[in-house]
């Protein structure tokens, strides 16, 4: 079976607090995404990676940056958490072999920031 | 630029009602992707459906049928003879020719099904 595993499915963070949130992918995926997902927002795009040390910006990069040091882990940063970055994350990866590649999701983390 | 509107935000059906969400997508590429994903309330979201914009062919999977029309931009999702496990978070999404591409979601149409 393939798996994205995200490291929480809940955390708790105080404002200013520095927050880490993983993702591991066992399917050897090229392409490694971070969404985030808001109630009547759907799901809105912060970063995404096509490769190890690679990061491109999506939609709403402002707050956040990323790390990818190695091909299976691609970590969401929040340097400095705010009350308005409570929602849900979501990762996702897919392979860039071929052309019809659906993209598999993780779990979520639900992310409250006090 | 992509969008993808899902009009319904909200739809509540009684179990063994069939019940159709809408996806209306814009975008200026010739080739291109579209997804259905279910998101139940454990919060995974779940991959129902593909379709590249050189097939429109209907497709029919168990009591899930979609209806892709280019001439009107649409995608839409039928179910048929609900049933409470379907009770999810519907969403319609479009990426870029590659389909590696990020996708763009639509705001997503919450399905209730009542027993």
């Known amino acids: 079976d393939v798996k994205v595993t995200q490291s929480s499915r809940y955390l708790v963070k105080r404002t200013g607090e520095k927050v880490f949130l993983e993702c591991v992918q066992d399917?050897?995926?090229?392409?490694m995404f971070w969404y985030r997902q808001d109630p009547g927002l759907g799901l809105r795009l912060i970063y995404f990676s096509y490769d190890v040390k690679m990061k491109e910006k999506g939609d709403i990069p402002e707050g956040y940056s990323v790390s990818r040091e190695k091909k299976e882990r691609f970590s969401l940063i929040l340097e400095s958490a705010s009350t308005n970055q409570t929602s849900m994350y979501l990762c996702?990866?897919?392979?860039?072999?071929?052309?019809?590649?659906?993209?598999?999701f993780g779990p979520g983390t639900r992310l409250t920031v006090l | 630029a992509q969008k993808v509107t899902q009009a319904q935000t909200e739809i509540s059906v009684v179990e063994k009602e069939d019940v159709t969400l809408d996806c209306v997508y814009e975008?200026?590429?010739?080739?291109?992707?579209l997804f259905w994903y279910k998101q139940p309330p454990s919060g995974e979201l779940v991959f129902l459906i593909r379709r590249n914009s050189f097939d429109e062919q209907n497709e029919i999977s168990g009591r899930y049928s979609w209806n892709f029309q280019k001439s009107t931009s649409s995608f839409n999702f039928t179910i048929t003879a609900s049933q409470v496990v379907d009770s999810a978070v519907y969403f319609c999404?479009?990426?870029?020719?590659?389909?590696?591409?990020?996708?763009?979601f639509g705001k997503g149409t919450r399905l209730s099904v009542i027993a």
């Open positions: 399917m050897d995926h090229e392409n």
């Open positions: 996702a990866s897919t392979a860039s072999e071929g052309a019809y590649n659906e993209q598999f």
């Open positions: 975008t200026r590429d010739t080739t291109y992707y």
């Open positions: 999404a479009l990426s870029e020719e590659t389909g590696n591409t990020p996708l763009v």
